[in-house]
């Protein structure tokens, strides 16, 4: 019994802003699973802007190849089981990208617990809050950051699923947290998390004295999405001893490597006695399970809000992955495949 | 008694490169010292690029006064005592600036133990090897850079007293030691003291290559005392988890907050894991006389070299701080006074 399926492929590689003209949607035929092989049919796949590296590729990054199949996450039920660990039925994750249907030998695929994924806890959040994006907010603030309470933490793409996390983890730490985002929705949905204050930054003609406005005492921790300029900016507000987690640089994304913008203020992690570390989320690989327990515990405890942003219909992948870099998302974006 | 001193004081901000006319040499007449105090007739003060930032300030350091004494550490001989603690005849070691001789109530000036200072070690070593600069490379290296064996470790101004010392400890601790320096000459010393190879970065079109063919495995730690552009391009040769130990940014010392050049590859801390980290040596006070005893030992043992660049007379302190801009100094600046 075949299977009629569909996925996006890399159809060029973009320069600059993704384009909807650097992907493709293709129609494919599954055949029949082999022994040990599972069918997933994909409920939800998330659209993630950490992606956009592996799109062009550089001397250092390896490319996705043209023609293959984009990345991400995804959450399906398993519709055909040949595998002694999947029945069918089963609600799974694993790492199939933007795909109709995938089929797998069940390495790097997990079984969602009912146990866990029930009432607050939506299943989606498994590549959500509880996935690659809430452990990135809780691994780069408690690790890499240091909380301590009284700290100021200073948060950009607030709004978004990895600051919003990471800025209500802060508050639980007992630290006042500022959130820098690209909106007054955005910036009232930031404060309804209960960030202390927010930094519209479309308002704003200058960073540095807005952060100095909104942070008057300094900053402990800037949780950085954003990069470039903004992140100059903060550096020029850090207290001595400040932590700066480099969790992604959006900004930067887009640009060649002769058209980054860095920043300039190095020298203040001299006179202000700086700290500035890049967070890889998979080095905390061994204590995934025990990071989503507690992270769970919160939002069924309704400590943890989480936002999803779900369009519907794997016909629309390309056009919000396009649009995460207009700052069209409100939460995490994911697509509802069926 | 009176003593007839002279001492250097700030005439003018310097704008870019400190130039000549930015200080001025005044004479003094210093009176009898009063009941606890000391009177020092300076042997020998230090020219320190890292002051360069005082002499400007900004919205965020505290700018030395005009008119104030130029600051450097001293090393000078007790002329007069009314201070139990000090006897007439003893070396000591102060915080005084460019002067020679200065009057103390004894406070942060220390005497220099005779049984530590003779043979290999001069005295003049503990402003050097064994004051701030010789500091700064042990804990940059040692708690910053946390040195593995086998590890490739990166020094730019590795002629200098800091970049030096930082390397040859690297050697110590079993690591593959590189050094930048300007000329063939300092390349010549910086192999002499043991490194595994150099960059003549003076001879270099393109930084960034020069280190990938001198570290092909990549650089574990980086540490840097120049920043900018050189700092960009180790960055793109850091291996995962690499560290870079912010010690000094003489590029960038010189330039006002909008000409600063800074760093463009951030985006690499994500995907290496960097870490990057400045250093305020006197984080670490608690820990100075055991790292200058352990440094001592290396020293009298022969493990470990310094090299001392001494001009006479306090006259030329301005035109020795000005040429170290120029890189002309070998080894550590001191101005012999007496």
């Not at 905390?284 to 507690?294: S, V």
Request: aromatic residues 8%; glycine residues 12%; negative net charge.
């Amino acid at each position: 019994m075949t299977t009629k399926a569909k996925r996006w492929v890399l159809a060029s590689r973009p320069e600059g802003k993704p384009k909807l003209d650097n992907f493709r949607l293709e129609d494919v035929t599954l055949s029949d699973i082999g022994e040990h092989d599972i069918l997933i049919r994909t409920e939800f796949h998330s659209v993630d802007p950490g992606m956009r590296g592996r799109l062009s590729g550089d001397s250092y990054t390896a490319a996705l190849p043209l023609g293959e199949t984009v990345d991400s996450a995804m959450i399906g039920i398993v519709e055909a089981s040949n595998n002694e660990k999947f029945k069918v039925g089963d609600r799974v994750t694993g790492g199939f990208g933007w795909v109709s249907h995938a089929v797998s030998n069940g390495r790097g695929v997990q079984v969602l617990d009912p146990a866990i994924y029930h009432g607050k806890l939506r299943p989606s959040a498994a590549i959500g809050v509880l996935g690659i994006p809430g452990l990135t907010s809780y691994f780069g603030l408690l690790d890499l950051g240091e909380p301590k309470k009284d700290d100021t933490v200073l948060i950009s793409s607030a709004a978004g699923p990895v600051g919003a996390t990471a800025g209500q983890i802060a508050k639980m730490k007992g630290c006042r947290v500022v959130g820098i985002a690209g909106s007054k929705d955005k910036c009232d949905y930031v404060k309804s998390l209960g960030f202390d204050a927010t930094i519209n930054y479309r308002d704003t003609k200058d960073m540095a004295a807005a952060i100095k406005a909104a942070c008057p005492d300094g900053v402990d921790i800037y949780f950085d999405n954003v990069g470039g300029s903004m992140l100059d900016a903060a550096i020029l507000n850090m207290k001595d001893h400040g932590r700066i987690v480099v969790s992604g640089q959006v900004s930067e994304y887009n640009r060649g490597p002769d058209e980054l913008v860095g920043i300039r203020n190095v020298t203040r992690f001299i006179t202000h006695k700086l700290r500035m570390e890049g967070l890889v989320v998979f080095d905390y690989f061994k204590g995934f399970k025990a990071a989503q327990a507690e992270m769970a515990g919160w939002i069924h405890a309704g400590e943890l809000q989480y936002t999803e942003d779900i369009s519907d219909g794997i016909e629309g992948s390309a056009a919000a992955f396009v649009g995460l870099f207009e700052g069209e998302n409100h939460g995490r974006r994911l697509i509802k495949v069926s």
